[in-house]
């Protein structure tokens, strides 16, 4: 599971919908291993893509010293889909290195954004739950980990 709070949720949404066209990006702090989410640290998408995203190791290294500053870890990294699902990519899943680290995806394909978050282990995807303690929503808005909005009739 991944617990983020509101605010950390609503940042990291509002930097992906900020980054339209290309994909953003960004890292995830709190204790490694955990899986609380404590600090969120938007960064650049260095590969200025639709389809690909990068941290620049420098940016990277940086959130790793505030990090540790923090006395905490880097414990995942968030990236957007602009135009597919919520779900790793062949080539999220190559970058994915830290076993312990949450992989987190908002989908920005449809209406609302969907996030989901996965643990990737050797090359095995596993989703988890995604908890955001007093997130409200309207009806037809897709909650954390939802998959496509609902519909009313």
């Known amino acids: 599971m991944l617990r983020l709070t509101r605010d950390i949720y609503m940042e990291m949404v509002g930097h992906c919908l900020g980054g339209l ?3 953003a990006c960004g890292l995830l702090v709190g204790s490694y291993g955990g899986e609380e989410a404590t600090h969120i640290f938007p960064t650049r998408n260095a590969a200025a893509s639709a389809l690909i995203y990068e941290i620049d190791p420098r940016e990277m290294l940086g959130v790793d010293r505030a990090a540790r500053a923090l006395e905490s870890d880097i414990i995942g990294v968030f990236h957007s889909h602009t135009h597919t699902d919520a779900y790793p990519s062949p ?3 190559a970058q994915a290195l830290d076993p312990g680290w949450h992989y987190v995806l908002v989908s920005l394909r449809d209406t609302h954004p ?3 978050s996965y643990s990737i282990v050797e090359d095995v995807i596993t ?4 908890d ?3 997130l409200e929503r309207e009806p037809g808005v897709a909650a954390p ?3 496509r ?3 009313s009739s």
Do not use: I
């Open 21 to 23: 066209p290309d994909e």
């Open 91 to 93: 080539t999220d899943v």
């Open 114 to 116: 969907v996030v989901r």
């Open 127 to 130: 989703e988890e739950p995604v």
């Open 132 to 134: 955001v303690p007093g």
């Open 145 to 147: 980990g939802a998959g």
């Open 149 to 151: 909005p609902e519909r």
